[in-house]
């Protein structure tokens, strides 16, 4: 079966020198994932979590790519503290940042791929992109695509770090968690294999 390439996002990319960013939002609290673990046998391991305070770990990710270079990955994180009148999302100051910032570093255009999520559909987010237009260019995904989306492959691998993890509290779990994210930062192969699990390719067809 041939492989699917990213239609319009790819020409695009290839016309101008640009880099493919893909992204997508996390979220962990305190109760850990369950993973397999090792024990006695007829006794299954149980992971005790205190259940004092609360809070959640907000992520929002980009996978960028482009042909011939190294995949990129750009994250921000949100720590949430269940405090009165508190954001419990991802902002459009947010997505904002860290769209300027993978541009920043990148020194190239950027082809944002993301789906229609009502924070990135909102009057200040349309706002913000049509005053970049010299280097953003959005691209939105199908309704319901987790499965196109690479960022996915970052989240799952973020997430099996976290299998029967006690943090102790919320802030405990977003440096567990950014120190996750900073692993993937150091493997551009990884970051490239996220792209690969999707069977999408950068690379343009014919037209």
């Given at each position: ?6 239609g ?9 020198g ?5 992204e997508?939002?996390?979220?962990q ?6 993973a397999?673990?090792?024990g006695r046998?007829?006794h ?10 609360s809070?959640r770990?907000?992520?929002a ?11 990129r ?11 009165k ?36 559909i ?7 992109i049509?005053?970049?237009?010299d280097?953003?260019t959005?691209?939105r995904?199908?309704g319901?695509?987790?499965d ?15 299998g029967?993890l ?5 802030d ?7 120190n996750?994210?900073?692993r ?24």
């Amino acid at each position: 079966m041939a492989r699917r390439d990213l239609g319009e996002g790819t020409r695009l990319a290839a016309a101008a020198g640009a880099w493919l960013c893909f992204e997508d939002e996390a979220g962990q609290n305190l109760r850990p994932p369950r993973a397999r673990t090792w024990g006695r046998r007829g006794h299954t391991p149980v992971v005790r979590v205190s259940g004092k305070g609360s809070g959640r770990v907000s992520v929002a990710g980009l996978v960028c790519l482009r042909p011939g270079a190294r995949g990129r990955l750009f994250y921000r994180v949100r720590v949430h503290r269940g405090r009165k009148g508190e954001r419990r999302s991802m902002s459009e100051a947010d997505y904002a940042g860290l769209i300027a910032a993978a541009h920043s570093q990148l020194h190239a255009p950027v082809i944002l791929i993301w789906d229609n999520l009502n924070t990135h559909i909102s009057a200040v987010m349309r706002t913000f992109i049509r005053a970049h237009p010299d280097w953003l260019t959005e691209i939105r995904l199908p309704g319901y695509a987790p499965d196109l989306n690479p960022v996915e492959g970052a989240w799952a691998n973020m997430k099996n770090g976290l299998g029967n993890l006690m943090a102790r509290d919320v802030d405990q779990l977003a440096a567990i968690i950014k120190n996750r994210l900073k692993r993937i930062q150091y493997r551009p192969e990884l970051i490239g294999g996220f792209l690969a699990q999707t069977g999408l390719t950068p690379e343009p067809g014919p037209p």
